[in-house]
């Protein structure tokens, strides 16, 4: 089967009407437990709304009246369920071929080749990827509310709000004339920003009551490789050493989360957190397999189905943030976070990204 006979068996499976509903349904649920305590006790509103189009967007307005507004396109659905879909599928029945064995058993943890992790189903990944994928990306929209990064974007560069007030949309990432210098660093500061926020209410959440399990943390690392490829919409292949664009590269978005996840194994009250995550090690292999994973589905799906493995040495997430680009954006937010933290009235300072130094962005 080919590219183009793939895509023409998606059109049956995506049918629009379900998957939005579904959507909107994930995106209602992080609304409720994420935001409406929150805006009741502001005395603010927030209105979630929903654009017919059919690319994967998100925006985060905050009005002149003082409203905040969060706008999905109905691409966002569309899109995460495509991949929730097709990615557990590819696990099963193309990773499972011998030309993928040196990748999977390089990517080996608890001594076995796996693509899907064992104990797994193929249907508890579709709507783990999905809802996890979803929910992180409200998540992601509420923080650059919560902690106003319109705002302070503006304000740090002098510019002053539109008539509107202050948005700030997930693309276009690198448009006709792409952010460089100074506003790079700070956009992407915040978005890492925001990143950090999402990712600490996802795994919060994922680890209370009986524990982050293996099968969860990979689905959720999958569903955030998979978002941040898709916000880039473009190959990942090689390094840049400066801020560059609207939004970091999906592989230092993904080495950033992961260094913060295992974070988490610092701190006082980790017993009981994890089911099953024997230690920071097993935590690592698991998400090193997962990320590696959908960037090898995404490149098979999207971009060069035929070309692999030689496309491999381009996909492979670097095993560090580049230094340059690490101290670009811990001296940006250095002198950003403190204008934040005036700011910041959602889950309070806490959840506001602190970073030691340049070291933690690498
Ligand atoms: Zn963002």
């Known amino acids: 089967m080919d590219a183009r006979q793939v895509r023409e068996r998606e ?3 995506i049918n629009l009407p379900v998957v939005t509903a579904i959507g909107t349904e994930i995106i209602d649920n992080a609304k409720t437990r994420l935001s409406d305590k929150i805006y009741a006790r502001n005395a603010r509103t927030l209105t979630v709304l929903w654009s017919e189009k059919l690319n994967f967007n998100a925006v985060a307005s905050i009005r002149s009246d003082g409203t905040h507004e969060i706008t999905f396109n109905y691409g966002v659905s569309v899109e ?12 099963v029945r193309e990773f499972s071929k011998p030309q993928y064995d040196e990748l999977f058993e390089a990517l080996s943890f608890d001594g076995r080749r796996q693509a899907l992790p064992v104990g797994l189903s193929v249907e508890d990944a579709k709507i783990d990827i999905q809802v ?3 929910t992180w990306l409200y998540a992601h929209e509420q923080a650059h509310l919560f902690q106003h990064h319109g705002e302070c974007e503006a304000q740090l560069l ?8 202050s948005s700030l949309s997930e693309l276009p990432v690198n448009g ?9 660093s700070i956009r992407h500061a915040l978005e890492l920003a925001a990143d950090h926020e999402a990712t600490l209410f996802l795994i919060s959440s994922l680890s209370a009551g009986s524990g982050l399990t293996p099968s969860k943390l990979w689905c959720f690392v999958v569903s955030l490789m998979c978002t941040f490829l898709r916000l880039h919409n473009e190959t990942d292949a090689g390094a840049v050493s400066a801020p560059f664009g609207s939004h970091p590269k999906p592989a230092y978005r993904m080495r950033i989360a992961i260094r913060q996840i295992l974070g988490l194994f610092d701190l006082p009250d980790v017993e009981g957190r994890f089911q099953g995550i024997r230690d920071p090690a097993h935590a690592a292999q698991i998400m090193e397999h997962a990320s590696l994973t959908a960037t090898v589905y995404w490149h098979i799906r999207y971009l060069k189905r035929e ?7 381009n996909a492979l997430l670097p095993t560090s943030v580049p230094e340059e680009y690490a101290k670009a954006v811990f001296w940006t937010w250095a002198s950003l976070r403190p204008l934040v933290l005036t700011k910041a009235d959602g889950w309070g300072q806490g959840s506001v990204m602190y970073l030691r130094d340049f070291e933690s962005l690498m």
Do not use: V
Not at 307 to 313: G, R
């Open 11 to 13: 059109k049956d499976f």
């Open 80 to 91: 995460t369920y495509r991949d929730a879909f097709l990615l557990p599928q590819f696990c």
């Open 132 to 134: 996890f994928g979803l």
């Open 158 to 165: 002098g510019l002053k709000d539109g008539p509107d007030g």
């Open 176 to 184: 006709a004339t792409p952010l460089s210098g100074a506003h790079a």
């Open 307 to 313: 070309k692999f493995p030689e496309f491999l040495k």
